[in-house]
């Protein structure tokens, strides 16, 4: 994957102050090809509660503050089934947390 | 300033003052219809109610227009008071600082948040629900800002709302007194 361990702690830390430490953070789309160059940082954040708009602008705003690149950010509760979009994340995707 | 020219740039923002009355007016009449809170079981069961979700398309692209035109005025009006604003950023530290907006961190999320929504492709009813309730506790904040800004425009730099078509039921909507 294309992000510098700097740049996941930084996601990590951003996601668990303003969600939890439990969430689950997930990069997909072109950010996890290592052939490709450039391109927006999509997080997909799966938690016991839907993440909410409000924490979803506030994540997205420090993030692209921090990192200086656009951030994309898909939101879903664990345990309900996902949506095809979030399907497709989820099985392409590569988890930013050590599965505890 | 060219005393002509001036006059125009007074003008143009009694226009936008008078386009933030307009925007509040409809974005009220929009969510009016809606029972709030929405639920997501809710909306499900009415998915193809064309007024409901025609209010709700509708409550998006007002809240948008209304933080735009108020960002827009607020810009404009920095200008005619002969303050510096060469980024938004200044702009919003600005009228932070009258306290017509809470913080710039508010204005930002407002405006983020309404950007998510728009990105979202799916039928998701749990994240519409929960999108559209956001933007309706959001509203407050909008309305409280715009109602300072018109008095700030009135009290400060002596213009006011292009008409008085919307002033009545601005102040309905909004509280206070502003023209």
Sequence with gaps: MRLTPDQVRIILATVDRQIGSDADVVLFGSRVNDDCRGGDIDLLIENSTLPGLRQRASIKLALESALQVSVDIVAKRKGVTPTPFQAIALMTGIPLRAPS | ?179
């Design chain 2, 1 to 179: 300033m060219n005393p002509a020219l001036l006059e125009h740039e007074k003008q143009h923002l009694a226009s936008l003052l008078e386009a933030v009355q307009r925007c509040v007016y409809f974005l009220d009449a929009a969510g009016g219809s809606v029972t709030w809170p929405l639920a997501a079981q809710g909306l499900e069961q009415h998915k193809k109610d064309k007024e409901l979700f025609g209010a709700l398309a509708a409550i998006n692209e007002r809240f948008a227009k209304l933080q735009d035109t108020l960002g827009a005025a607020m810009r404009h009006a920095m200008g005619l008071s002969s303050e510096p604003a060469e980024t938004f950023l200044q702009v919003l530290a600005f009228f932070e600082k009258l306290g017509v907006i809470a913080s710039i961190a508010d204005w930002q999320t407002c405006r983020t948040a309404r950007n998510l929504a728009a990105h979202s492709y799916e039928t998701d009813y749990e994240s519409i629900a929960e999108h559209f309730n956001t933007l309706h506790e959001m509203q407050p904040v909008l309305y409280a800002s715009a109602r300072k800004f018109v008095s700030y425009c009135c009290a400060t730099i002596g213009i006011s709302p292009a008409s008085i078509d919307f002033a009545d039921d601005f102040i309905a909507i909004v509280g206070g007194d502003s023209q």
